[in-house]
C-alpha cells in the first residue's frame, strides 16, 4: 500500500490525550485507536495503522488511555479499568465531533479489550470494533477466559491474530465469539504473535469489513 502522509495535530484536553491523523480526502468515518498494557498511543502498530487508514479517507484518533496518562510505564491496574473505558468513551465522543460519519473504535490487547467491554456496557459508543490481538486468557492460564461481556456485546467486531498469540489460540478465540449475538469476523495472522508486528495486516479487507457492517 501506498500511504499518504497525512497531517498530524496534538491532543491534550477533557482528558484525552493522543493525536489526530487527519486525511487529505475524508470519508467522514473516525477510528479511534488505543494500546495494550505495556505500551502507549506511540505503538509502532497503532501508528501503522493510522497512517493506512489516513490513505483510505478515514480520520483517526490515536490515544492513551488514562492509566498511562498518569503514569509512564507499568501495567494497568484491575481497579483503574472503569477509568479506562471512561477514557475511551471520551475519546469516542471527540472523534464523533471531529467527523460526520460512523465512528469505529479498536485496541491492541488491553486497550481492545476495553473497548469491547465499553461496547457491551454502552451500545452505539461505536459502529465496528477493531480488536487486535485479543488477550482472551493469560498465557498459560486458558480457563481464566475474559469473555464475560461477549453475550452482552451487540456492536459488529472484527478481530485480527496471530496464530502464534499465547493469549489465546486460532481455535480458543473461534469457540469464544459465539457468544457474541452479532455480525464477527477473525482474521489469522500467520505465525503472527501476541505483538503482530508492522506489515502483516491486510488493511484493504480491514476497512472494507468495518464498512460493510456500517453498510447493512
Known amino acids: 500500500m501506498l500511504w499518504i502522509v497525512a497531517r498530524i495535530t496534538e491532543l491534550n484536553e477533557g482528558g484525552v490525550r493522543g493525536f489526530l491523523h487527519w486525511p487529505d480526502t475524508p470519508t467522514g468515518e473516525g477510528l479511534v485507536l488505543t494500546h495494550g498494557a505495556g505500551s502507549n498511543c506511540a505503538a509502532p502498530l497503532l501508528v501503522e495503522i493510522a497512517q493506512a487508514a489516513c490513505t483510505a479517507g478515514i480520520t483517526v484518533l490515536r490515544c492513551d488511555l488514562p492509566f498511562r496518562q498518569r503514569r509512564a510505564y507499568g501495567p494497568p491496574l484491575p481497579a483503574g479499568a472503569e477509568t479506562d473505558r471512561a477514557g475511551l468513551h471520551n475519546a469516542a ?31 452505539g459508543v461505536a459502529a465496528a470494533l477493531l480488536l487486535l490481538s485479543y488477550p482472551l486468557h493469560p498465557p498459560d492460564k486458558p480457563a481464566d477466559l475474559r469473555t464475560l461481556h461477549f453475550p452482552a456485546l451487540r456492536t459488529p467486531a472484527l478481530f485480527i491474530h496471530g496464530t502464534k498469540d499465547k493469549f489465546g489460540t486460532p481455535e480458543e478465540l473461534a469457540q469464544a465469539v459465539t457468544a457474541i449475538p452479532c455480525p464477527v469476523r477473525i482474521m489469522l495472522l500467520e505465525s503472527a504473535a501476541h505483538e503482530i508486528g508492522r506489515g502483516r495486516i491486510d488493511f484493504a479487507s480491514t476497512f472494507e469489513q468495518l464498512r460493510k457492517w456500517t453498510e447493512s
Not at 465512528?103 to 461496547?119: C, E, I, K
Request: charged share 15%; hydrophobic share 40%.
Open 93 to 123: 465522543a471527540t472523534l464523533r465531533g471531529v467527523v460526520r460519519g460512523p465512528v469505529f473504535l479498536g485496541g491492541h490487547s488491553y486497550g481492545g479489550r476495553q473497548a469491547s467491554m465499553l461496547a457491551a456496557e454502552e451500545y
